[in-house]
């Protein structure tokens, strides 16, 4: 984990990836003080919110964090430069193939690039375009996911990569004897969401906490996609009515396309703004029926409110003991 601390600048490698209408200033602050990297969720923020947002967490932080830009926004490049102003040292391209250019733009800044590859060959296309890190992400996450299990995801590109590159896990990580299994693969640390979203720095509605708080692993669903001509990114989330009315807004954009009101790219957009607006309406509003629950499989394992800094202690002492339990059983194989 030395090696991910040192490039995140925090003391330990655990990220706390960007949710948005979550990872606002409270929670990015109270993870970057309790030694964890804090990563504000820019979303659909104006350049102006994401400014303000990184002046208030630096006023409660003097460590390390980063923040999280959506590559389909369509001001990246503006809010590119406001992290620039803002000397943020890190910056997450999440939500797709970062554009032409912008990668570049980030650097330019002298900031890092921390992407999120789908796949083995986008990992090695990141990096040659000049990625400094990876996250690798599976689909037992909360929020956007794509097809692959974590598992597969971390034995498919850890070997390939680990050893010359950082590489952070993601998705359904919920206890510390698992950070240790993907650090003793090579990773260079982790990034956990679900475990962190009900922290008690966490500005989330207590309804949509005591949602996570009674949740079981099952009842964190993948969205499905009714039409093949509408490529929707599957959303994993608690079921509730805001699953299903997602159903029928797929059915509502679809016809819209039909119909050539849209194009496909506003097809799309639409569809994220609909994510976001229920997202909003769960975390800010406490709408737990109507609203998006976004929460990954590893929801069952968050049961109470608790620090930022509780749960990375408690993490931490996991993945110490996973890592000293193993030690006698390694080492007494050496006397067999
Ligand atoms: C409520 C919620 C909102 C999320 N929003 C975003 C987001 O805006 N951008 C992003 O890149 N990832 C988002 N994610 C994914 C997290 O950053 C993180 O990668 C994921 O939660 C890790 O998997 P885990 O939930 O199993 O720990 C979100 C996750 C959750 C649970």
């Known amino acids: 984990m030395a090696r991910g601390a040192a490039f995140l600048g925090s003391e330990t490698a655990i990220m706390c990836g960007a949710m948005s209408w979550v990872s606002e200033r409270h929670l990015v602050s109270a993870i970057s003080n309790a030694g964890g990297f804090g990563v504000i969720a820019c979303g659909a923020m104006t350049p102006d919110l994401l400014a303000a947002e990184i002046a208030a967490t630096r ?5 390390p964090f980063g923040v999280n830009l959506i590559t389909m926004h ?3 490049f503006d809010l590119i430069e406001v992290c620039a102003r803002g000397a943020i040292g890190h910056v997450v391209l999440a939500g797709g193939v970062p ?4 990668i570049e733009a980030v650097k330019a800044s002298g900031a890092k690039v921390i992407a999120i590859p789908p796949t083995l060959a986008m990992a090695k296309k990141y990096l040659r375009s000049g990625a400094d890190a990876l996250i690798i992400e599976g689909m037992e996450a ?3 996911i794509g097809p692959v299990s974590t598992g597969v995801l971390a034995q498919e590109i850890l070997p390939e990569l680990a050893a010359d590159h950082l590489v952070f896990v993601a998705g359904g990580i919920g206890r510390g004897a698992a950070i240790a299994a993907f650090l003793e693969m ?7 969401g679900t475990r962190f979203a009900c922290a008690a720095e966490s500005i989330a509605h207590p309804a949509f906490k005591a949602a996570f708080f009674r949740a079981h692993a099952r009842e964190a669903v993948a969205s499905v996609q009714i039409d093949p001509r509408l490529p929707v990114i599957p959303v994993r989330a608690l079921k509730n009515k805001g699953t299903e009315a997602f159903t029928a807004k797929q059915s509502e954009v679809a016809a819209k396309l039909d119909r050539g ?9 639409e569809i994220e703004h609909f994510w976001a607006g229920a997202l909003r309406r769960a975390v800010i ?3 737990v029926e109507n609203g998006s629950l976004m929460a990954g499989q590893s929801v069952g394992m968050v049961t109470a ?3 930022a800094a509780a749960i990375i202690v408690g993490l931490l002492a996991e993945c110490e003991d996973a890592l000293t339990r193993r030690t006698p059983v390694a080492l007494g194989a050496l006397y067999v």
């Open 186 to 192: 090579g990773a260079a640390g982790v990034q956990m």
């Open 285 to 287: 509003e406490g709408d």
């Open 305 to 307: 409110e608790e620090p």
């Open 59 to 63: 006023a409660r932080t003097d460590q």
């Open 261 to 269: 009101e849209v194009d496909m790219a506003a097809a799309q957009l």
């Open 74 to 76: 369509p001001a990246l």
């Open 99 to 102: 554009p032409k250019g912008s």
């Open 142 to 144: 909360g929020g956007h």
